[in-house]
């Protein structure tokens, strides 16, 4: 059997460097051959991971957490895909979205640092400190990208960069502000990996929790981007690379079998990025028109609280969220 397990690989590598991979090379080129071939492999070897933890029965709580990690990066994508739907069906105006992206994000910087306060598991003092102390690292990145780049006004609305790419001040906002969303996203994909492999429920009992709890910052992004940009695909895109942190990160932590002390602090200093990076963003968005963007920062706090929220009262009947309460913040 071992004989014919080797001979039967040699004669599919030979086929496909004889065979497959010239076929390719005539319709592709070859950093997408490559890319595409890379992409295989891992998930090949990603679904044998998972398989092999069935079938040996070891590792059963790493390969549920693992599952349930992918499931985590649903959400996000969901919600990029609902807001760009409704902002092309609606043709929503762009102080409208930033203002929704600004809403959501205020509610999600919020969230969490009002529970660990309510439940005392975190001082008034020690939260505020944190929250502080992300907004300083905000700005502190912020001050070193630019700094980099070698940015210069070339007008009032654009910045231009020495290599020549210009960009609107709107969106380099923007783009700086998915950049925290994506931090906040990747501390909470931490505290999830952390939870996971405690986790007892599979299937249908951890899809509408988890999904439900991505969707705001899925929408968050999309609307930020498309605002900015008035590209739905970049939306699309952006939100779909938000759900990616979430996942990454809770495999990492189940890989590396970390702890959860310490990342609520890293959870609330990613919720203290948040406020000043889309503060700035709103603020651009009420010179070009309050009324909406007022309107559309209600919206956006509304949409995040009640996708919370019943995140909350879906977890109080939910074997998943019960046998891990840290998944779900």
């Known amino acids: 059997m071992e004989y014919h397990n080797i001979f039967t690989t040699g004669c599919m590598i030979w086929i496909v460097i004889a065979e497959v991979l010239p076929d390719a090379f005539k319709e592709a080129t070859p950093s997408q051959v490559a890319s595409a071939g890379t992409l295989a492999v891992a998930f090949m070897e990603t679904l044998s991971t998972v398989l092999q933890g069935f079938t040996d029965g070891h590792g059963l709580e790493d390969t549920s957490g693992f599952l349930v990690s992918l499931v985590f990066g649903l959400g996000p ?83 231009t960069s020495s290599s020549g790419l210009s960009l609107s001040v709107l969106t380099q906002q923007s783009l700086l502000a998915c950049g925290c969303v994506f931090l906040h996203a990747y501390a909470e994909g931490l505290a999830l990996g952390v939870a996971a492999r405690k986790a007892s429920g599979l299937g249908r009992y951890m899809v509408l929790p988890v999904s439900l709890h991505g969707l705001p910052r899925g929408a968050a992004v999309a609307s930020c981007v498309y605002g900015a940009t008035d590209s739905w695909r970049g939306a699309l895109a952006a939100a779909a690379l938000t759900g990616l942190a979430g996942p990454s990160a809770a495999i990492g932590a189940i890989l590396a079998k970390i702890g959860y002390d310490g990342l609520d602090y890293w959870m609330v200093i990613a919720c203290g990025a948040l406020i000043p990076s889309f503060g700035r963003v709103f603020r651009h968005s009420l010179r070009l028109d309050a009324r909406k963007s007022v309107c559309g920062l209600l919206i956006g706090f509304g949409f995040a609280w009640v996708c919370l929220m019943s995140t909350r009262f879906i977890c109080l009947h939910t074997p998943y969220c019960n046998s891990a309460p840290e998944a779900v913040t």
Do not use: C, D
Request: without cysteine; hydrophobic residues 60%; charged residues 10%.
């Open 77 to 159: 994508l969901f919600g990029g895909i609902i807001l760009v739907a409704f902002s092309l069906a609606f043709n929503m105006p762009h102080p409208l979205l930033t203002g929704v992206a600004s809403g959501i994000a205020f509610r999600l910087a919020s969230w969490r640092p009002l529970q660990l306060v309510m439940s005392l598991k975190m001082g008034f003092f020690t939260t505020l400190f944190l929250l502080l102390g992300g907004s300083v690292f905000y700005h502190l990145v912020e001050a070193s990208i630019l700094m980099v780049a070698k940015h210069k006004k070339s007008s009032v609305n654009v910045i």
